[in-house]
Every structure is written in C-alpha cells, then in structure tokens.
C-alpha cells in the first residue's frame, strides 16, 4: 500500500479515518471521503527552476463527471499544517509563487458526481533555482598557437549549490572561430567527461570555446571562454603522438615529437612551465630534457611528460646557433595523459539468426551476434571471432556505445567450437580484454526420446491413468539442457504447462494446474531443447491418459467393536471400482507393513493390549481409500488397591476407606461395590466413611467390574475397633520416709486386647516395666512414679503416685541450765562450732541417713573425747512416723556420772525445723512437765533423763513419747530417777516440722 511508488494518491486519509475510530474512539470520521484510489498524479519532473510549475491529475471515473475541486500544496512529507489551495476548475493548473530550495507535497480534494474524494499525501516537485558554479578551464591557459589541427579543451569539476544536483551529462561546449568566444559556433556538445579534443580545425585560424554546466533543474551556469588557440601550420610548430592513441591522448608518458617549421633552430627546449619565457638558450630550460641546460641541441623525437594522469601542456622554445629567437610566437601543445586502462568487462554470449538466447550455442549457419557488457573508459571495442588454435576468421572494430556487434564473413562450420573475443580500446590506446567466451556452432537436435507413462497420486507405475495431475516420466534425450512439456485437452486446448524442466519428469500436481475432470482423456506432448534451443519433440508425443478422480469403493461390513473380551475377531469388507479397476487390496495389522489380503480378515490369539488394522484399497490409477480399525482387548478385570484404612487396632467407631480402582484393560471401571460385616453388597465409591460400629472383631469388603463384565478379586480389610482405655490401679506404694529405696506393685486390666506397660520415675524417660518394680538409692527430695498403660487401639491410661525421701541433718544442741537445776533456757549451737544461738534457730546440715544420736558426758570432755568410763555415746531414738523408742544404758562404772549443769546433746534429725525444748526436776523425782501442744504442722516428741546415776540403779534413763498429739497441752511424765545421793531429772521435749 505505498502511494509514493505508483504515483497513486488516495491511501492514508481512508486509512487515517479509520485508524481515528479504532484507536481513539472519540474522533469524526469524514464521511465525505469516498474512493481513496480515484486520484492520479501526472508528475512532470522532479526539479523545477521555476517559481511556476504544471500540476495536474488523472481521474479514474469520465473526466466529464469531474465538478472542480482544490489542490493542497505542503511544504513535509506528511501533509501536515496549513496548506496553500489552489483552486480546480479541471484536472490541470499551473502553480506559481513557488520558493526556491522547497519540496513540495500535494493532496487534492475532488468533486465528482456530487460526491467528495481526497488523495492522499504524494511528492510533486522541489524548487531548484539556484545555477552550478562556474567551470574552470585548465587548458589552454594563455593565448598560443598550435602547428596541428586540433588542440585539447580541459576543465575542472564543478559544484552544484542547489538541491537539484548536477545533471548526468552537466557540461556544454561550444567552439568559436574567434578569439574571446566571439564570431560563429562551429559546433555544440554536451559533455560527461572534464577534457575534449576539438579537431578538423582550419589552417590560419583563431579558435576559442566557453563550456557551462547544468542540474537536474535546468539552471545553466555562466559560461566560462578559455584563452584563443591558433591554427599556424606554417610557423615552427610541434605535435605530441603516442602510437596507438587518438591525437590528443597518450597512454605512457613518453610520447613521440614531431617538430615542424624549425629551420635554421639550433636549441629546443621543452617544458610544461608555461611561465618560462627565456632570453637566450644561456636560460636553463625548466625540466628539459636536453643535454644543455636542459636544451636540446639536436632536433628532440620523445619527450617524457610529468608524472600523474590528466592534461599536459607543452611549450617549444627554437633559438638559431647565434641565440636569437626563430619566431615571435610560442607554440604550446596539449595532450591528455591517461594511464588507466578501460574497465574489465565479460563477453556475454552469441545470438543469431532466430536464435534469439545469449548463451554458448549458435543454432544456424548464420552471422554471428557477439554480446558483452560495457567496459568502463571505453571508446572504441574489437570484435573477433577466433579458431580455438586463436587464429582470426573475421573481426569488426565499433564504436564506445556499441555492446552487440553481426560479424560476417566468418565462414563457420557446423559442430565446431569458435572464441568470440572483444577488446576495448579507450582514447589514449589502452587496451582491455573482454573474458573469453569459446561457443559452439550447434544445428543438431537433441537425440530422441520416448514419453514413458504418467502416474499420480498414490500410483508409482508409470500407465495410461490419473488419479491427479500426474507425473509425467520420460527418457532422456542426449545433448539436451532443458525439456517443455505440457497437458493439452484433446482438442489441442493447453490446460498446464512447464517451460524449463532440467530433468527427465515433471510433477504437474505441483504446478497450480486446474482440477482435472474425472473420465476425461487428456494428452502429454514433451520436447527437449539443447543449448542452441534446437527442438526435438519425443517420438510418441502426444501421450494420452485418462482422469480418474474418484477412488475405490470400500466398505467395511463387519468389525470388532472399539474393546473386546475375546482373543479372536475378524473383519468383512467389499471393494469395487467403475472407472481404472481396482489394483490391489491391502491389510496392516498393527502399524507392520501392507500386505495383500482378502474378506474375511480373520485374527486369533490375541493378547491383553490394543490393536489397529488398515484396510487399503487402490486403484489403476493411483486413487487409494484407507479405513482405519482400532480396538483393544481386554482380558482382565480391574484391580484395587487400598491407599488409606484403619489399622489392625482402633479405637474409633467409625472409619475412612480410600482406594483406587483401575481397569488393567481399555474397557473402563462400570461401577465398585462395598459390604460390611456380612452385610450386603452396595455400589459405593471413595472415600468411604464406615458408619459407627460396636467394639470388637470387623470386616470391610470391596470388589470391581469393568465394563465387559470382569469382576475383580475382592480387597477384604479387617480391623478391631476397642475404645475403652487399659485400667491401672497402684497396690502398693511408698509414702514419706528417709528410705532410700522403695518398691511398688501396680495391676494393669484390658479386656480386649493386649497391652504395653511402660514406667517413668521423675519424667527421666518411658521404658517397658512389670509389677513389682523395685527402686533403690533414691536421692532425698520429692519423687513421682509413673505407669502408662497403652492397649492395641492406641488407648493410654496413666496414674502416677508421689512421695518424699527425707534427708537427714545433723546440728548441734547445747543444752544450758545456766547453772542451776530448773534452769528453762536452752541455746542451739546449729554448726557445733560452739557459741549460743536462740532455740528456735533452724538446722540444715547434710544428712547421715540416721535417727537422733544423745551423747551425754560432764564438762571435762566438752570437745567430744569422753572417757570410756562415762561415755554413752551409741545412746539414740530413731524417729519413725512420731514413734520414739525406749533406751536404757549404762556406764561403765554402773552408773551415770554426769554432773549438772552442763548436758550435752547431739541430734541427728532430718532435713526439718527443730525446736528444743528443756525442763529440769528436783533429785528423787518423778520428772513431768506441761507441753503447750499446737495444731501447728509441728510434730512433738519428748523424752525423760535422769542424771547422776548410781551404778546400783542401771535402769534409771527411760523415755516415753506420745504421737500425733492433738491436746493443746499434754502431762509429760517420767519414770522416777532414784538415786540416794540425790539426782536430777531432765524432760526434752524435740519440736519437728
């Protein structure tokens, strides 16, 4: 859709429109634009070096329709802005009030048949008013004479200042018959090239040319006049060749010299200073190439010109021997130096007669046509036609616009090989040659050949029918490059046809063709050409064949259905076919091979799994029709497989079945079945919630059928449902006490299933245990012990029963009368450290796991030593649940003598609050005292001593207690201490908590 390219206006705005409504939703379609292609315009020229310039359209409907309309001009590509109307009163109109360096873009908005059209945006024209820069004229340089008849014009390149550009062929020359350009042009050239040798000119003549440049707009430049040339054949003169060249040109830079007119000159000198003007031959000549100064002294023949291609000006300067000047005139001579040969170029091929193909063959005895493509530089081209043993049989010379070139005379003979050989020649004489093209006279037809048959379709035999447009196969036919064939009705009417065929068949199904008609006769002509284009048609052209486009007849009678249970089944078919006749029945049983094969198509021992078969019907022509079967055989029933279920043991009435069925066959699961208990069966599904059931023994089973009728094997899952928890009762257990060890005997009771014990004490871990469970070296402090119970269900009971190890504390108490019997005041020594501490003080010292210890003796022994004599240390009351044994002892003299008042007592107790409690009794008496008893948390224990016994009364230290008192007060009595030199009685009372 680009306008630009074809010059057709109409595109964006239609496209504009509806952009406009897609995209934004919110704009006005002109609805006055209709036909966006109706408009045309007629573009002049590109450039213009007018503020004025034609602009019209060609309408696609009757110009007699047209009703007016405008023309928009804009200054972008895009159409954008505000735009200068020019109105329409037909479809041509000249524009003026152009601006010089503008572009200019155009729309027009027409009216026809009362209905509006608008192109769309297009180039017109870009204003270029501005002319090249003037040229500059390198040669000649100055007002001189030449002894020839021709001098060479030389310029410089120009620039163009506008947009326009120069034009392909810028410059005009134009040569005068006199000096300053004026007088009558003897000719006008346009030019390409910066040099030009004007020849054929008069003797005794003076000549000038100005040259002038143009664009691509038409804007000439200034013209420019060079310096005057004369044409003095009889003064002293010289002339520059170079063998081989036009005059004017040289292809090295030495050249020949011929001076003319130079009697009586003795020196020469020759320079391309121009600005040399010497007074005698004492002047060196600049860049002479005589002996003397640079002069030569004898008549000069060559002359080596300056390095670098382009033009050289030569100047001649002729002294006599005495040093005078032979001629008031100067002669100069140009000539253009071009060492560069033309451009390589290759000779393309040979043509002739009706032979009308560039290529390497010549089809008839006729001149031949030599092609080639330009050689840059080139003004002049050889043309030859050559023996391969490069001997000429004829050759042309043309001129530089010539590229094809008869060349007569040549005489050539018919299978013979020739080289066709051009050389370009360019001005200077240099020379290139063309590529070699060696071609053949070749008037002998490709050899011949047969149409061998056509096939298609799924056809490979090569026979007189078509199921499509077929291939058509034919023999080789020698010397031949390329065949034509083509399919043609009876009538000679073609209906599909290829041009250039490289090999021996051509598949007409691929060339596009139109269907071909079922039951119609069609025929092949096939030809062969060789490289000459010389034709041979093959011998049985044209070739006919028939259409048949319609396939076999198949039908399928009797077929297994898509699954099956059985492992045998066949298959019954009828095929036919009205037109070519059939061609084979084929069979492929599971993706194998095709095989020949009849009705019925009979299959036995089949296995588990799928199948396929392929019944495959061809005919003559290469029609096929396939009928595709696939069935499965299903042998086996589905198979179940239990994903969740209760375990053996549960303890929940009711339970969750997940399972999944899967059909090991193709046939699919038709429905699952559930029963319970000895129940019936139901169609059930997963996952399935068993309905709350009593303890005890279940049983829970599932069975499948697929959809041919197999039944799985039932999935049977039992389970025992107990949801009563084990019973533990504790039978013995240990309470507070100081004993270390300790054992404990429990009875554990499950009625439905066995049960797992496990015993922990003070949470240090489970682990399997029995009743009794013995535990021995119990640290003193609190202790729990566990039993756990968990049945097969998973039901846990536990029971824990908790007690105390004491530990026992040893402290000191100093019992202290003050001095005197009666003395109620009694201090506690709690480190034994000595010193007094108020009785209530608290003791923790480290237990020795014994009872009370009552160690008596006087004060001479205060530190412990008793003699052996009054000691009655081992004296003790074990304390057992308030229960305080009796002692009697005595000394080792018979008798007690331990002096008041000074008592002391050593008492090991456990880890608890003492408080020591002292009353003293007058001699002989039976000791007895008031305890203010408390409901407290203290337990009270008391005890009775009488001191200073006498060896006679050996039974005289006895203690009785009373436990759990619960009086406020108690009557503590004593046995009597008698003794008839006097005695004291004690009474200690020991407060523990």
Known sequence: MNSERSGTLGYSSFYKAIICSMALGSCTIDTKIRNPFAVQINKYSI???????????????????????????????????????VSLSGTDVHIDGLRDGKSYYAKVRVTNNSRNYESSCAFWVTVDMQAPMPATITAPLSDSYVSATHFVGAWNTVVDVGPAGLSEIPYKVRLYDQPSCAGSIIFTKNLASLTHVFDNLSANTFYSFDIQSTDKAGNWSTPICSAFMEVDLFAPGFVLTHTGSDQGYAATQTVSITVTNDAWASYWCLTEDLSFIPLSPADPCPGGQGPANGWHTTRPTNYDLSAGDGVKTVKLWLFDSAGNALTNKTPTYSIVLDTIAPGAFPVLGITGGSDLTIDDRLSQLVDPIVNWSPSSGASAYNVSILNLDLSMRCEENVGASITQQVLTDCELVPETDYIARVIARDEAGNLTQGTDLVFRVDVTPPGNFNILGVRGGVDTTLDTWAAQWPEVVWSSSSDAIVYQTSIQSMSGTIVCSEQSISITSYDFSTAGCPSLIHGMQY???????????????????????????????????????????????????????????????????????YANCDSPYELSGLSQGSYSLSIRVKDVAGNEVISNHNFDVDLYPPVITVTDSPGAFVSEASEQFVFNVVDSGSSGVSFIECKLDGGSWAVCASPYLIPVVTDGAHEFRIRATDNLGHVSAETIINW???????????????????????????????????????CDLDGGGWSSCTSPHNLTNLPSGTHSFSVRATNAAGLVSTQTVTWNVIALTSCKVILDTGGSVGDGMYMIDPDGAGGNAPISAYCEMTTNGGGWTWIIGN??????????????????????GGQVSSYQGTGASGYCNVPAPFIGVTITVPHKEVYLYGYSQGYNATPSAWIDIGNDGYDYHWASTCHNCTAANTHNVTRSVASE??????????????????????IYVLKVR
């Open 523 to 593: 025929q092949v002509l096939v030809r062969s050409l060789d490289q000459a284009d010389l034709v041979t048609i093959a011998t049985n052209s044209p070739y006919i064949f028939r259409a048949d486009t319609q396939a076999p007849v198949l039908n399928v009678t009797t077929a297994p259905n898509a699954i099956i249970r059985d492992t045998a089944t066949d298959f019954e078919f009828t095929v036919s076919d009205d037109t070519s006749g059939l061609a084979s029945v084929e069979c492929n049983f599971n993706s194998g091979s």
């Open 720 to 758: 025992f449902v107990d949801s009563t928890p084990p019973s533990i009762v504790f039978t013995s257990a240990p309470s507070d006490t100081v004993d270390t060890d300790a054992t404990i005997e429990f009875e554990v009771t499950e009625s439905e299933t066995t049960v797992n014990i496990e």
């Open 859 to 880: 004060s001479n022994y205060a530190s412990g030593n008793f003699p052996t004599a009054v000691s009655v240390s081992g004296v003790s009351v074990s304390y057992s």
């Open 47 to 85: 450039y213009t070096n007018s503020s004025t310039h034609p602009f019209s359209f060609s309408p696609t409907w009757e110009e007699s329709a047209f009703n007016g309309g405008t023309v928009l001009l804009y200054d972008n590509a895009f159409c954008e802005g505000t735009p200068t109307e």
């Open 965 to 986: 008192v619960t009086s406020s007060y108690v009557n503590v009595n004593g046995n009597s201490c008698q003794y008839t030199g006097g005695n004291q009685a004690h």
